[in-house]
């Protein structure tokens, strides 16, 4: 017997006002916020535009892409070392990467980079040999270091010991059945780190280093404290002040910062879709979701193999 | 011929907790051992110190003939490197309770991980072993699927294979069925039946009487940290000769 058709539900959806009411105000405010932007002469817009590719702050944007990039490889070998050396056996590493941690944490940036720029005045001389015996090779510190070194090796040591941290705790989210298994089967400590704990350590480490890249792009601005004089803030602002135009040099660093930083986002959802692999299967939840938990952090305790870490998840 | 595994006076202490208190176990190559007993025990730490996953306090343990983690050199007893002890670890398989599969790895990757990172094998040949492997435990369609893809007894089953691509002498046992739904319990009791039958040296701590009685060659049953009594399935299960072994199975038959 054919079923007959139900009557199907065509209901009204609950009314929802405060919907229309929020998106009026919000257009009402972009149209204003828009509108003085761009009416506002003291902006500069020519000038901003003017700028925007000028051969001195596209060198500018270089460096600082640079020092970027220098610091956090830096950062993420001294990271992964000293984090690796703080879980070991060897009472002697831990002390020294606890000691590492504590200095380049505990004293400011600003006058890490200092002392880096005053290196060559000094140590002169930097040598390589015995101490209080001979000595192989001599070098002037100014050849070796110079403001452009001193400058992602400030950053960088500095970076490293708050990565550090970060990375500890993704090693030590990884569950101790996954050491258990590949110990096990006869792999050594190394290779277990290598192959199997690292890379599941990556899912919790890659979104707080997303968030250190983006606060390093901004804080190699701080260079300058050695000097180093090169990098964007620095130029745009010279720049201006000899412009007497200080505003539109500012936005046009304003602007590359947010292009930089969006583009660093796009790569940091790739590398975090790339480290959930195995991850993001639904359905074979055996660790019970919270409400309002993101996707990656249900897949991540669907696998059952790191516990839930609330400091874990900083998004930027 | 030697035996497989030798336990003598094995004591292992926990600070001051004292979990075992002088095992001596022999367990003959081609041998299924299965130990049944109540929790706290001892029984995982008593085959998590066979493969040196646990350290001994005291006593020496033999596998295959051979003192794992130490060596006696002029008299005296020292460690023996990590390199050795996993040369040592890798001839002995072990399956756990909560699987432990590489999440971040295919099943087949699973399998073909410790064949090229600790025998060295070419990508090639390992993944023929591999594939060999999940065609035993009758997983060779699910090789490219991630642990996650698949349900407790496949893992389980994945987990085996895995053990079993290092080509071991020996394979252990952790209660490999306790974590699974009770409709994917006989799947892996399936490929355990079957590895017994192939001739595999076993240890086995379980839960499953059924399985002991069908596959046991050598029934151990253990309490508070020691050997209370062994036999063949009939004489342990059946016609237990201990107090503490008749009250165990009167409540869990
Ligand atoms: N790493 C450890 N540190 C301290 N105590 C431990 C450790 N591992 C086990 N124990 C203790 O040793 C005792 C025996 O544990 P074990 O896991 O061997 O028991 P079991 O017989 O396997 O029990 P179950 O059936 O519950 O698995 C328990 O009291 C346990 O708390
Ligand atoms: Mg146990």
Redesign the interface.
């Known amino acids: 017997m054919p079923q007959p058709t139900p009557e199907l539900i065509h209901a009204r959806p609950v009314p929802r006002p405060s919907l229309w009411i929020w998106a009026g105000i919000v257009v009402v405010l972009v149209a204003m916020l828009v509108n003085g932007l761009l009416t506002n002469p003291n902006y500069h817009w020519d000038v901003v535009a003017e700028f925007l590719f000028d051969p001195r702050v596209v060198s500018a944007l270089g460096w600082t892409l640079l020092l970027t990039v220098g610091a956090m490889l830096l950062g993420i070998t001294l990271a992964i070392t000293t984090a690796i050396m703080r879980m070991g056996t060897n009472p002697i590493l831990r002390g020294v990467s606890w000691v590492y941690i504590w200095f380049f944490r505990g004293t400011p940036i600003y006058t890490q980079l200092v002392f880096w720029g005053l290196l060559p005045v000094l140590y002169p001389k930097l040598s390589l040999g015995i101490p209080f015996g001979p000595e192989w090779f001599v070098f002037d510190t100014q050849d070796v270091i110079n403001a452009g070194v001193a400058a992602v090796l400030g950053l960088g040591l500095n970076e490293g010991a708050y990565l550090s941290e970060i990375v500890r705790s993704g090693l030590n989210s990884v569950?101790k059945?996954?050491w258990?298994?590949?110990?096990?089967?006869?792999?050594?400590?190394s290779?277990t780190l290598r192959?199997?704990v690292i890379?599941?350590a990556m899912r919790v480490i890659v979104p707080p280093t997303g968030n250190e890249t983006i606060s390093m792009l901004k804080t190699t601005s701080l260079v300058l404290a050695v000097p180093f004089t090169l990098e964007l803030t620095f130029v745009t602002n010279a720049i201006g002040n000899r412009n007497f135009l200080p505003i539109p040099l500012l936005i046009v660093a304003a602007i590359y910062y947010l292009v930089i930083t969006s583009i660093l986002m796009v790569g940091q959802h790739f590398l975090e879709a790339y480290?959930g692999?195995?991850?993001?299967?639904e359905g074979?939840v055996r660790t019970k979701p919270v409400k309002g938990m993101s996707k990656r952090q249900r897949?991540i305790l669907?696998?059952?193999?790191v516990h839930p870490d609330p400091n874990a998840e900083v998004t930027p | 011929m030697t035996a497989m595994v030798e336990a003598k006076g094995v004591h292992k202490l926990f600070g001051d907790l004292h979990v075992l208190k002088g095992v001596d176990l022999t367990v003959e190559q081609g041998e299924v051992c299965v130990v049944l007993g109540p929790s706290g025990s001892g029984k995982s730490t008593l085959i998590r110190c066979i493969?040196e996953?646990e350290q001994i306090s005291a006593g020496r343990m033999f596998v295959d003939g051979e003192l794992m983690g130490l060596k006696e050199v002029r008299g005296r007893l020292h460690r023996l490197s990590?390199?050795e002890i996993?040369?040592q670890?890798?001839?002995?398989?072990?399956v756990?309770q909560?699987f432990?599969?590489?999440?971040?790895?295919?099943a087949l990757e699973n399998v073909m991980?410790?064949p090229r990172?600790?025998r060295r094998l070419d990508k090639a040949a390992a993944e023929r072993i591999a594939r060999e492997q999940l065609e035993r435990v009758g997983l060779s369609d699910r090789a490219d699927h991630?642990?996650?893809?698949l349900s407790g007894g496949q893992q389980q089953r994945v987990?085996i294979a895995?053990?079993l691509a290092?080509e071991p002498d020996l394979m252990l046992f952790d209660e490999p069925t306790s974590a699974l739904d009770p409709e994917l319990v006989g799947e892996v009791l399936a490929v355990m039946k079957s590895l017994a039958a192939s001739g595999m040296t076993m240890i086995v701590v379980t839960h499953e009487v059924g399985f002991a009685r069908e596959v046991a060659d050598n029934v151990v049953f253990m309490d508070d940290g020691v050997i209370v009594e062994q036999g063949t399935p009939a004489q342990v299960i059946d016609a237990p000769r201990e107090a503490r072994t008749r009250d165990f199975f009167d409540k869990v038959l």
């Open positions: 569950d059945g996954q258990e298994a590949s110990t096990a089967l006869g792999m050594k400590r290779t192959r199997i890379p599941q480290y692999r195995g991850f993001d299967t074979t897949a669907a696998s059952g193999t | 493969n996953l990590d390199k996993a040369r670890r890798s001839k002995v398989g072990m756990f909560r432990n599969l590489f999440p971040h790895m295919t991980e410790a990172q600790v991630y642990p996650s893809q987990a895995r053990a290092m």
